[in-house]
Each structure stands twice: as structure tokens, then as C-alpha cells.
């Protein structure tokens, strides 16, 4: 088998499964630190069971966030060390920045966290829990910071045969940057909050310790609307950077083959015949696609066609006569499809049951309760399409314009040796998975009265002791 | 100095930090089957490392993105060649994270139990891989002119490698019986104290061996004679003083020396291997250096500026945070994890 095909089936499985954790860490560790500080500053004990109950599950999450990560920063030497020699000039400052700056917070702090409710006086034990989500919300900046080099490559120059930095505030200030950002920290939001909003709405369902979870539920449903609608705007302002920086993406997203019409309308369902080049049929929303693209009812967009004589030109020399620059159409436009389908329920979900709320009948609303323990699903399956149309989408480049992926694997590894690396983490991750959401189920049917867990051979439960 | 061979002592010292901090919480899990004789002891040995592992296994992610920043043809070198030990290790870790966040959230013993084998397997098999990797480094791996390594079997597992593997397994070890003579208290701290003992005979041994075969198998000592024997010497004084120290219940100081011992081990490995990065087996001059394996000199600037700003803060609150646990721990308190 091709190396290439597997390192980069590595990379997708890996880091798919690794940002299923990521986002519900930032989101839910944002929830409890804002939980924790109305403990602090209303002194209302509701408010210290929420912070541990949530607490709790957010650490059974991190855990598995944590150590799936160590994989990636190792991955790109491992697989991809052609790469690694090219660019790590300018994408290994982040990288080792977000080591030092954000992990040794997140993980210094965390540990005091958990084992400090006794040790410190509540404002600083507080203020630990504030730390450590700031420190995932820095590891975001850098890790993106490191992604947006591969999407829009800023602050280098070609010298000695690579790439090198020269310029390192144009790296952290890329445009790419300052709307990928915002939409990932805004989705992250919505995944901790659909993620205590499900939970609750299944309590709220079954009558029990209605008056914790009713709080939860609000605040999700807060949390929820303001990142749900985050999430819209930054996505809204990304697509069209995407328009001016990687048109290509935007036409395979779009299944746009022809420029097309002025103004140009938003494919809504497209059957997409990739190999002869055409759709077989196009249900078309008129207007939209200007308007997302430029926030105004007019301009046309490039088709892949045009394109993909454009970039021949311009990229030919670099990367060989008769390449095709046209990403993987489908995966790119369903995906792009799927992500705002459920960012649109997303939106709707949380205010119908603001309503609902403001009426006093949302405990009574069963459907509703029930679309809410379903819309746990939605942030992280938007997450993931998400990803798969940034990251498919910019195929064949691993560095847009500098380096395909094709040229950026190990030259020494052997195929054989990616396989194999590749089903042991999916045969890890697997039970890993699977473990983690028996607890995470275990511990949300008991409920925040019963946290603990642990053995009870040496204490009962670690939460209780002194409280 | 110039910033890569500044560079080259920043990432030394990261894995010095690595192995002083995690060397005792891979000890710690060691100590979990050669140490703790039931569940509740366990218990108690987790609970030692419980605030700190997480942290100090940042130092090992550090020092990866340090080689990465600073010398990439370093680190694609190295982790492309390193291919199925670093695997190892990763799979290592990825068990261990979890298994301390899992190992007693369902109420039953053989749960624990299985947690607990993990931890004790991941503990053990991490800090001899790394010894193997750095030792066969200092041997000399096949890299040819295009700075990529394709090593055999033998270049990997060889009797120089797989002692370097074991030493260093032995002062990770002992590094977390000292620790668990200051953590711990009564029969458990008495118990780390006396196998701590015995461990220090079998350093002494270890390291006999390690000198004699580096002098045979390695350049180290016609690159680099005077320091390395002083390096040498200073690492017996430390065992030394660590073994009069633990003899006479100094705990604080005997965790000290092994800590010592294991930076002068790590800083010994670097001094013999400068300014070389990598060293080719095949030729000299297919060797990764400092100077043809580091990043420019404006990313260089950079991360020096990123780094000296930042580190200062992380070792305080590092230091902070063993502050306050410094207590012992038994299962009179309730234990976390």
C-alpha cells in the first residue's frame, strides 16, 4: 500500500478522534469555571455541586484529550518528517510555544485543581480552575496558529531549501488565523454546552434533581446560543477568507465547475459527478452564495475549471507538469453541507428552549427534551465535518502553494510500519472510547448526589471530605 | 555561543527537567508491583504523583517541540528513524494518562487492578526506551547523506543500547523510592527506604558496566575525556551521598542526589554527543550537528526570547505546586484518585 494513502489515514483517524475531546474540554472547563465563580461570589452551594458534577465528567474527558494529543506533536517527525524538515523553521515555534506556554499551565494547574478544594482557600482554588481554561483556550491559538501556516503560509521565505521564518508577528497575526480562531473557541463553546445541555434535558426527562439540572440546563442553553451564533459569524467571515485565499477549496465546497452566474446562487443539494466533471442535478438557493462570500447581493466565483488552469500555471513549476489541483469534490462539498446543517440546529435548539423556558414549560416539553439529549451529537459531528472540509479540501497541498502532501511523508518509513502504528492507536482508541463513555454514562445516571466513583475501601467520596 | 549550540543546552535541560520530574513518577509506578504489596498501598503511591505526573510529562512534549523548533532535521531524523520505540512509548503514555483518571472510578477491585497493571507496564517500559534511544544515539545510528536513517535490529537492540536501557530504568526507579520515602509514611517509607538501598548496589553495578562499555562503544570519551569524567565522578559523589542520605533517613536529600544523578546522566549523554545531534555510523560526515540540523537564525531569536520569557513563570508555579502538597501522604485523608 501507498504510504502516503496510510500516513495520511493516520493523521485523520488520530486527530478526528483526538479533536472529539478537545473542543468538549475547552467548552466544558469555560462552563465550570463560570459555575465555580457564582459559587464563589453568590456563595450558593447549587452552584459547588454543578462545578464538581460537571467538573467531574470534564476530567474523564481531558484525560483522553490529553494523551491522544501527545500523538499528534509526535506524528508529524514520525510520518511526516519530509515535512518536518521543510517547514519546522516556522510551524515548530508554535508548537513547542504551545507546549510551554499553554500545556505546563493546563496540566500544573488541573492537578492542583483536582487535589487543591481542601488546600486553598476558594478564590485561589478558583483562580485555578480560570487558568486551566486558559490554557486550553492559548493551546488553541497556537496549535491553530500552526494550521493556519498550512492553509495560508505567512512570515517565511524560501532559503537554504526550505522554509524559514522571518517574520513571526505576520505568523501569529495571519488573517487565516483571526477567523479560525474564533469559529473552533465558538464551537468548542457549543460543544460543552450541548454536552450539559443533553445531559440535563435527560434528567429534566426523567424528574430527577430537577432543580441542578433546570440551573445547568439554562446556563447551557445560554452558553449554547452565544456559541452557536459565534459559530455562524466567524464561519460567515471565514468563508470569505477562503474566497480570497484558496478559491479552490471554496469551488470543490461549492461543486461550483463553471464560474458561475453574477450574483451566484448557494447550492443547496448537488449530485456531483467528479469524474466527467459536472453536477447531474442542482438545487440552487439564489443570491446566497454572494452573500457569503462577499456580504453583498453580487460578484461571481471561480470555478474549479478556471482554477485549476490558474493554479497550473502559477504552481506547475514547483510541483511538476499536470497536476491536478482539484481536492476530493464530494468529501469536501457534503461535508461543508453536513457542518452547517447541524450548526443551523445548533442556532434553533437552544432558543426554542429559551422560550420554551421563559413560558415555564420546558420541563414539560418531552420532544424538545428529547432533540436536546439527540443535540449532544451536533457540536461534534459539525466539528468533524468541519475539519474534514478545511483539511480535504485544501488536498493536494499539505502547505498551500509550497509543499504536497504527497512529497511531505518519511522517505524511511515503511508502509508496513504506518499500517501496523495505525490499527494498534485505532485498537486503543477504540477501547479507550468505549470506556470512557461507559463512565461518562455511569456517572451521569447517578447523578450529582453520588459523585464519586472510586473504591470505597479508603474513603467514600473525594468530592465529600470536609465539604 | 551561538543560538543553536545555546539551543542544543536549552533541550538538554528540558530533558534533564523530564527526567528529574517524571523519572520519579515512572518510579512511582515501578514501585506499584516491585513496592506496594496490596490495592491500598497502590492507592497511596498513586496519590503521591496524583497533582504532579500530568505536568511533568509536559517536559518530555516540551522537549519535542524544542527539538522540532530548533532543529528540524533533528527531529524528523529522530522520529522517523525512532519509528516503533517512540510508538511504544506513545501507546505507553496514552495508557498511563488514562489509567490514573480511571483506575478506581468503578467500584470494584479487578477494575483497579487491570488500571493498575497498566500503569505499572507504561511506568516501566517508557524510561527503558528512551534509555535505549539515547544510548544507541550516542553509538552512532545508520544515517546516510541525505540525513535519513533506515537502522536494523541490531542498531536499535544491542548490548550497549539495552544496558543503557536498564540503567536508566534503574535511577527512574530509584529516583521514586526516595520519593516515596518523603511522600509516604510508616511502614510503606520505611519499606521505599530499605529496597532503596538495595537499588543503589545495583546502580553501582549498573554504572560500572555503563562507563566501561561507553569508553569501548562510544566516542564520548576521546571527544569529550576531561568532562565527562568529571561528569562521571560527580554522578558516583551523588549516588554516593544519596546512599549515606537515604541510610540516614534524610529523604529530602537522598530525593535530591538521585534527582542530581539522573541530570548528570542526561547531561553527560549531551556533553558526549556535541555538537553533535545525531551521530552516522556509516560516515562522519553524514553526522546531524548543531550547526546543519538547526532552524535559521531569526526563528532561533524568536523562541529564545518566547523561552526565557515563559520559563521562569512555569518553574514557579511548578514549584508552587509541590509546595502545596509537600504533605505526606497516607490513607488517613481521603485520596483522590
Not at chain 1, 517547514?87 to 487543591?116: C, K, N, Q, R, Y
Not at chain 2, 542544543?8 to 509506578?29: K, S, W
Not at chain 2, 543503557?164 to 521505599?192: I, N, S, W, Y
Amino acid at each position: 500500500m501507498d504510504p502516503v494513502i496510510l500516513a495520511r489515514f493516520q493523521f485523520a483517524a488520530t486527530t478526528i478522534f483526538h479533536f472529539f475531546f478537545v473542543p468538549l474540554s475547552i467548552g466544558l472547563v469555560l462552563m465550570v469555571a463560570v459555575m465555580e465563580t457564582f459559587y464563589v461570589v453568590k456563595k450558593d452551594e447549587l452552584y459547588k455541586k454543578m462545578a464538581k458534577f460537571w467538573g467531574h465528567l470534564f476530567l474523564i474527558n481531558f484525560a483522553v484529550g490529553v494523551v491522544t494529543g501527545i500523538i499528534q506533536e509526535f506524528q508529524f517527525g514520525m510520518n511526516w518528517s519530509d515535512y518536518s524538515r521543510f517547514v519546522g523553521d516556522v510551524f515548530g515555534a508554535p508548537l513547542a510555544i504551545e507546549a510551554l506556554l499553554a500545556f505546563f499551565m493546563e496540566s500544573t494547574f488541573i492537578g492542583i485543581w483536582i487535589f487543591g478544594w481542601e488546600r486553598l482557600s476558594k478564590k485561589l482554588h478558583l483562580a485555578c480552575i480560570w487558568l486551566v481554561s486558559l490554557g486550553t483556550a492559548l493551546s488553541a491559538v497556537w496549535i491553530l496558529t500552526a494550521n493556519s501556516f498550512m492553509q495560508v503560509p505567512v512570515g517565511f521565505s524560501i532559503k537554504n531549501g526550505r522554509a524559514e521564518m522571518n517574520d513571526f508577528l505576520a505568523l501569529i497575526t495571519n488573517g487565516q488565523l483571526l477567523v479560525e480562531f474564533p469559529h473552533v473557541i465558538t464551537g468548542a463553546i457549543c460543544t460543552g454546552a450541548f454536552f450539559v445541555a443533553g445531559i440535563s434535558a435527560y434528567h429534566l426527562l426523567r424528574k430527577k434533581h430537577l432543580a441542578f439540572y433546570r440551573k445547568s440546563m439554562k446556563m447551557a442553553m445560554i452558553f449554547g446560543l452565544i456559541g452557536s451564533i459565534g459559530v455562524a459569524l466567524s464561519g460567515h467571515s471565514q468563508a470569505q477568507y477562503l474566497v480570497k485565499t484558496q478559491p479552490m477549496k471554496m469551488a470543490a465546497a461549492e461543486g461550483i465547475w463553471e464560474d458561475t452566474a453574477d450574483p451566484a446562487p448557494w447550492s443547496g443539494v448537488a449530485l456531483i459527478d467528479s469524474e466527467n466533471h459536472k453536477n447531474t442535478f442542482e438545487l440552487n438557493i439564489p443570491y446566497a452564495l454572494s452573500f457569503l462570500s462577499y456580504s453583498k447581493f453580487e460578484g461571481s466565483l471561480k470555478g474549479m475549471e478556471t482554477l485549476q488552469k490558474e493554479y497550473q500555471a502559477k504552481y506547475d513549476s514547483i510541483v511538476g507538469e499536470g497536476t491536478n489541483y482539484i481536492p476530493p469534490v464530494k468529501t469536501t462539498y457534503w461535508s461543508f453541507r453536513l457542518m452547517i446543517g447541524f450548526g443551523v440546529l445548533m442556532i434553533l435548539l437552544p432558543i426554542i428552549g429559551l422560550l420554551q423556558l421563559r413560558k415555564g414549560r420546558l420541563d414539560k416539553s418531552t420532544l424538545l427534551l428529547k432533540f436536546f439529549l439527540a443535540g449532544i451529537a451536533f457540536p461534534f459531528l459539525a466539528n468533524t465535518f468541519g475539519w474534514m472540509m478545511t483539511e480535504v479540501g485544501r488536498q493536494p497541498w499539505t502547505v498551500f502553494g509550497l509543499m504536497t502532501t504527497a512529497d511531505a511523508v518519511s522517505p524511511n518509513v515503511p508502509a508496513g510500519m504506518i499500517l501496523f502504528s495505525t490499527i494498534m492507536y485505532l485498537a486503543v482508541f477504540t477501547i479507550l472510547f468505549g470506556v470512557m463513555v461507559y463512565l461518562i454514562v455511569r456517572e451521569v445516571k447517578k447523578g450529582p448526589e453520588q459523585l464519586s466513583g472510586h473504591g470505597t475501601h479508603l474513603t467514600t467520596d473525594p468530592f465529600k471530605v470536609g465539604a | 555561543m551561538e543560538l543553536s549550540e545555546l539551543w542544543f543546552v536549552l533541550i538538554a535541560v528540558v530533558f534533564i527537567g523530564f527526567f528529574f520530574l517524571e523519572g520519579f513518577d515512572f518510579g512511582v509506578g515501578m514501585s506499584s508491583r516491585f513496592l506496594a504489596r496490596n490495592q491500598t498501598e497502590r492507592t497511596i503511591l498513586v496519590n503521591t504523583i496524583g497533582p504532579f505526573w500530568d505536568a511533568n510529562e509536559v517536559w518530555l512534549l516540551t522537549g519535542g517541540g524544542a527539538i522540532f523548533a530548533a532543529f528540524p532535521n533533528w527531529y524528523a531524523t529522530m522520529f522517523s528513524g525512532y519509528y516503533l520505540p517512540l510508538f511504544v512509548v506513545l501507546i505507553c503514555l496514552i495508557g498511563r494518562g488514562v489509567s490514573f483518571e480511571f483506575r478506581r472510578k468503578v467500584d470494584s477491585t479487578r477494575w483497579t487492578n487491570v488500571w493498575d497493571w497498566v500503569i505499572f507496564g507504561s511506568s516501566l517500559l517508557p524510561p527503558f526506551l528512551l534509555g535505549v534511544l539515547f544510548t544507541s544515539m550516542l553509538r552512532g545510528m545508520p544515517i546516510q547523506e541525505d540525513m535519513n536513517m533506515s537502522a536494523g535490529f541490531s542498531d536499535f537492540i544491542n548490548l550497549y543500547s539495552l544496558w543503557g536501557g536498564l540503567t536508566v530504568t534503574l535511577l527512574c526507579f530509584l529516583h521514586g523510592l526516595h520519593f516515596l520515602a518523603l511522600k509516604t509514611d510508616g511502614d510503606l517509607r520505611t519499606r521505599a527506604a530499605a529496597l532503596a538501598k538495595k537499588i543503589h548496589l545495583a546502580i553501582l553495578g549498573s554504572l560500572v558496566v555503563f562507563v566501561g562499555l561507553s569508553w569501548t562503544m562510544t566516542d564520548i570519551f576521546q571527544v569529550r575525556l576531561v568532562p565527562e569524567l568529571i561528569i562521571v565522578l560527580f554522578i558516583v559523589l551523588a549516588y554516593g551521598a544519596g546512599f549515606y542520605a537515604i541510610s540516614t533517613k534524610r529523604e529530602g536529600w537522598a530525593f535530591t542526589m538521585s534527582g542530581l544523578g539522573l541530570a548528570l546522566t542526561v547531561s553527560a549523554i549531551f556533553a558526549g554527543l556535541f555538537p553533535r545531534v545525531m551521530i552516522s555510523s556509516i560516515n562522519k560526515a553524514y553526522d546531524l550537528t548543531v550547526y546543519n540540523a538547526s532552524s535559521g537564525g531569526y526563528s532561533l531569536k524568536v523562541m529564545t526570547i518566547v523561552a526565557f520569557t515563559i520559563l521562569p513563570f512555569v518553574l514557579g508555579y511548578t514549584i508552587w505546586s509541590y509546595y502545596i502538597f509537600r504533605r505526606r501522604v497516607t490513607n488517613k485523608e481521603h485520596l483522590t484518585y
